[in-house]
């Protein structure tokens, strides 16, 4: 069974106690729909991760161009000093 | 002469012969998004200087100094400082972005009524959806709203709106087309394509906008071929009809547009064969652990550090989707989902590769349905979130095998466009185009426009 | 179990480590901006790659595969013919994308080892290749965030859990910096950050072989000598804990050096948990027997190699060859000087002795006057009377202007007739004898 809470927590989502409900319910229904999957016979068979198939796709240690301060710090909320500034992360000492 | 009414081609043989300048062609496009936008709700947010054949970009294209949302309320402001490859290829092409189209959030649903921005209409009948997630992409070009657009296909999300609403959209091979700069839903999955008035104009654009850019590692061996087309009918040219595409589910009255398209490949010198893929059951399922997995993964940056809203500014559908991914990622679960979903992506692969394989008599080419039904009504299916996953059932297998795809107007039930569906061999756009080509030729479907 | 025979218990210590280091590629691991953040305006190496803009792809820098490669080839790992990328899934401010691209399930490298000098053998786990974060910072009220080390490439190399002793840990630390330096894929310098370690340790019962239940992680410990403090502090902590009854649990603890006592550091929420799946914006790595061959053929003398080298064909002690190893540029001082010695007939233990033992600065040194001492000084053993007094009375003979101005009451004049005696002898004659000679000649 899915635990909504726990997801919630990991997927950092913020959920009320009235959406955990609905959420709970909806997601059990996908997944059981899903669990259809365990009558698929994959013994054997070799999971696709990358349809693309290529590989060693990788380039030469060259620079190009960076942003601009400004530039990198455009869209943020709160800056200062060419620093992004975001909530306190706590660390006992 | 109506500007407007030309499909990309056209427009530009009009542009070289002068019949008329560029800016009377943006400027007619310009009135007509004035006049019909409101109703249609097809663009977010219109550029207000348009230099170049107007395209209507897809809200989840990042283009440089212009709003981009992704139809979510959580990019509202958002203005990137760089373009997608595929924009920035466009722009060399004498193409101007229009407008930034709408779409379901985070190209989430078969609707359109997933964005932050309010639903598209569907210009055929306004009380019906437009069909998703490039909602907006497909009313705008049906509407005429722009000469063609860009759309992005996860899972359908460009045939089935173009089917819905009745315009030509391509969904190219997976890594055909650069996913740089496209705000992504599932990495595995994305692909960028066109959406038009024609398929030349769609391999037109194919030419255009494919090939490797240095940016994405999984669009490397990309570069099309010779594009023109050769064909002048059918003949010799075998074609599958998956039974599983005319199961229970499918309404008859679409069935029966499909069964007289597929007639009519017969009559132009089409072998018509029946084929068999035995795993598209279990697409859906599948598609949805791996997909969900990617976006949980995918939207984990929109953290409100760097850009954007905070995280409570997702809507439901993305919501339930991260939650879904999280879920099947996470400890102990990981083999029972992600996993064996990737191994039935297989399977669905070998399906196509056989049904395909010229040593065993192989099809050329794969035809059938786009969507089970025509466009339903606004609101309809919105609080059944399954209901509304199973309708992408004809789209999602071809985007599990990473195989081209086309809808393209195959006829009417009830006044409402049907699309054709055509699938080819990976990388082979050219015959999905070339079947496409020769039928379109052939019918005149694509030449009846929405009474606005 | 009685209380009373739960004190007679010794423990053992059970500790494995891991070590990450930065990469001296020119750009970051997945993008083109310049890798080299050290000290630069914060925010200016960043693109929308490595800042994890919305659309933004990785790409993979070659030259990062290839140094991690040589990394594990040189710890005798094997290398992965299949390898993948995978991302590892956590939320941190420093974090931009919600997850870092990491290996984890296919890394490049595995099953390695490194012997330490008592002969005992530490198993590598892996040896994978993954890439930085930015960098947290607070101030005042505020936490704020960099990310100009963000993508940056990193190695991590991971041990079994083999050391039972901080002294162990230690030695091996220093051994993979040492090896780091003389790859030349990292400056691996532990203040600045280049290289950090993380152990892991707990105790079990001297004789149990399965492992303890918990482990407690030591992280964010910027030195050597710090991280040997932690462990023994710990070992000390968790043993007197065992003692007492203590059921100890999974934890992150910190050093805090003026009070010498490790604390429990806040770890991230559900950090294990990180739903690793394999990276779908890179394509699979394959890596074939060639390319092994290849960077083997081009990885540079190891430590060991050269210790042995100075051992067997120099004739140099042990000890003196692990001194002179430490790094590749004492080495390369030594094996430099040695080749101009030994055509001035000096043996190579004589430059290790003068290296090693009269503290040479070879910053300071160069190496021609390091090895003329050295001839000047075997020089003064061979004190042949006869010899030195014949050339002594040729240089008064054919320098009468100095013999003159000598006599004359300018002592200085001597040193040119020393000099003289000296360029006779090539430079072999001990110069306070020809001087003690020449004055006892010219008082005469």
Redesign the interface.
């Known amino acids: 069974m899915i635990q909504i809470k726990k997801v919630a927590r990991l997927a950092n989502i913020p959920i009320t106690t009235e959406e955990e409900e609905m959420y709970a319910e909806q997601l059990s229904k996908v997944i059981s729909y899903i669990d259809q999957l365990n009558s698929v016979d994959i013994v054997g068979i070799k999971p696709t991760y990358n349809i693309s198939e290529n590989t060693n796709i990788t380039r030469d240690d060259i620079e190009s161009t960076s942003l601009t301060q400004q530039q990198a710090l455009g869209n943020a909320a709160n800056i200062k000093e060419g620093v992004f500034v975001t909530k306190g992360v706590f660390e006992e000492k | 002469m109506n500007i407007s009414d030309l499909d990309l081609i056209d427009t530009i043989n009009a542009l070289d012969n002068k019949q008329f300048s560029l800016n009377e062609l943006t400027g007619a496009y310009s009135e007509r998004i004035k006049k019909y936008n409101g109703e249609l709700n097809a663009f977010i947010s219109e550029n207000e200087v348009v230099d170049g054949i107007p395209v209507g970009v897809k809200d ?3 283009t440089a100094g212009l709003q ?1 949302t ?1 139809g979510s309320k959580i ?1 509202e ?6 373009n ?1 490859t595929v924009v920035e290829r466009l722009l060399t092409k004498d193409v101007g972005v229009i407008g930034k189209t709408n779409c379901d959030e985070f190209a989430m649903g078969s609707s359109g009524e997933n964005s932050g921005f309010g639903v598209s209409k569907n210009p055929w009948d306004k009380s019906k959806v437009s069909g998703g997630s490039s909602s907006g992409s497909v009313v705008a070009v049906a509407a005429d709203l722009c000469v063609f657009s860009l759309g992005t296909d996860t899972g359908g999300s460009i045939r089935q709106p173009a089917s819905l609403s009745g315009v030509v959209g391509l969904k190219p091979s ?2 055909r087309v650069s ?6 839903m ?3 999955l994305d692909c960028p394509g066109p959406i038009t008035k024609s398929v030349r104009d769609a391999r037109q654009v194919l030419q255009w906008i494919s090939g490797p850019d ?8 990309s570069k099309l071929k010779d594009q023109s087309s050769k064909l002048e009918n059918l003949k010799g040219l075998k074609i599958g009809v998956p039974k599983e595409y005319f199961g229970k589910g499918l309404n008859p009255e679409v069935e029966s547009v499909i069964q007289g398209a597929i007639k009519k490949l017969a009559e132009l010198g089409a072998k018509i064969i029946d084929i068999s893929l035995p ?1 598209t ?2 697409a ?3 598609y ?2 791996l997909m969900s ?2 976006v ?2 995918n ?11 905070t ?2 500014n ?1 809507g439901m559908e993305v ?2 989707r ?3 991914g ?2 099947s ?3 102990g679960y ?1 083999d029972d ?11 669905i ?1 070998k399906d196509f590769e056989e049904a395909f394989n010229p040593s065993t008599g192989g099809v050329d080419v794969i035809v059938g349905p786009v969507s089970p039904t025509t466009a339903w009504n606004i609101g309809e299916k919105i609080s059944d ?2 209901a509304m ?1 199973l309708s992408d059932i004809y789209t999602v297998p071809a985007s ?3 195989i081209p795809g086309i809808s393209l107007p195959g006829g009417y039930a009830n006044e409402l466009p049907v699309g054709l569906q055509i699938l080819a061999p ?1 990388m082979r756009e050219d015959l999905v185009l070339d079947v496409a080509e020769v039928y379109e030729q052939n019918t005149n479907w694509h030449k009846e426009k929405p009474r606005l | 179990m009685a209380q009373g025979e739960a004190k007679t218990l010794k423990y053992s210590p059970v500790i494995g480590l891991e070590i990450h280091v930065e990469l001296n590629t020119k750009t970051k691991m997945f993008c083109r901006c310049l890798a080299d953040y050290f000290a630069k305006k914060p925010n200016t190496h960043t693109c929308p790659v490595c800042l994890g803009l919305p659309g933004a792809l990785p790409y993979i820098n070659q030259e990062a595969i290839n140094k991690c490669l040589l990394i594990g080839l040189a710890l005798e790992c094997q290398v992965s013919s299949e390898s993948r990328f995978e991302r590892k899934n956590y939320f941190y401010p420093d974090l931009p994308k919600g997850y870092q691209i990491s290996q984890y399930r296919w890394p490049l490298c595995k099953n390695g080892k490194l012997k330490l000098s008592d002969g005992t053998i530490v198993n590598i786990n892996r040896v994978h290749q993954e890439e930085d974060t930015g960098k947290l910072m607070h101030q005042g009220e505020d936490t704020v965030v960099d990310f100009n080390r963000s993508g940056v490439p990193l190695v991590e190399i991971v041990t079994e859990p083999d050391f039972t002793t901080s002294e162990a840990v230690r030695e091996y630390a220093k051994s993979l910096q040492q090896l780091f330096r003389y790859l030349k894929v990292s400056n691996a310098d532990m203040e600045r950050g280049d290289m950090r370690l993380e152990a892991n340790i707990s105790l079990r019962p001297e004789g149990q072989t399965e492992l303890p239940a918990y482990r407690v992680e030591l992280k964010n410990i910027n030195s050597f000598s710090f991280m040997v403090k932690a462990i023994e502090y710990e070992i000390k902590r968790q043993s007197e804990e065992l003692e007492k009854g203590t059921k100890l649990t999974q934890q992150t603890r910190g050093w805090d050096d003026n009070k010498k006592v490790t604390y429990p550091q806040r770890e991230k929420e559900e950090a294990h948990d990180y739903r690793y799946f394999p990276e779908p914006d890179l394509p699979e790595i394959m890596i074939s027997m060639n390319q092994i061959d290849q960077i083997k053929s081009e990885m540079p003398e190891l430590p060991l190699q050269a210790q042995k080298r100075l051992v067997e064909k120099l004739g140099i002690t042990v000890s003196d060859a692990q001194i002179l190893t430490e790094n590749a540029e004492k080495l390369t001082y030594f094996e430099e000087a040695v080749e101009l010695a030994i055509a001035e007939q000096v043996s190579p233990k004589q430059v290790a002795n003068e290296i090693l033992n009269r503290g040479v600065d070879i910053q300071k040194t160069s190496i021609i006057e390091l090895v003329n001492s050295l001839v000047q000084r075997r020089s003064a053993v061979i004190s042949d009377d006869e010899t030195i007094r014949s050339w002594a009375k040729e240089a008064i003979t054919e320098n009468p202007q100095a013999v003159s101005d000598y006599k004359n009451g300018k002592t200085n004049a001597i040193m040119s007739l020393v000099g003289s005696v000296m360029r006779k002898s090539q430079g072999r004659a001990d110069a306070n004898i020809v001087k003690q000679l020449l004055e006892k000649l010219l008082y005469v």
């Not at chain 2, 402001?77 to 760089?82: A, L």
């Not at chain 2, 996913?179 to 992504?184: L, N, S, W």
Request: aromatic share 20%; hydrophobic share 40%.
């Open positions: 989840v294209f990042c981009t992704a990019l402001g958002f203005i990137p400082p760089y997608a997976y890594g996913r740089y700069g496209v705000i992504p599932a990495s595995s240095g940016y994405d590692s999984n669009c490397f061996n795993h059951e279990y859906i399922a599948a949805y652990i997995s990617e949980s993964s939207l984990a940056r929109f953290d409100g550090i760097r850009f954007g809203k995280r409570d997702f919501k339930r991260i939650m879904l999280t879920f990622l996470s400890s990981y989902y992600f996993n064996k979903a990737a191994k039935v992506r297989t399977l692969k979130p399954l996953y599990l095998a990473g990976y």
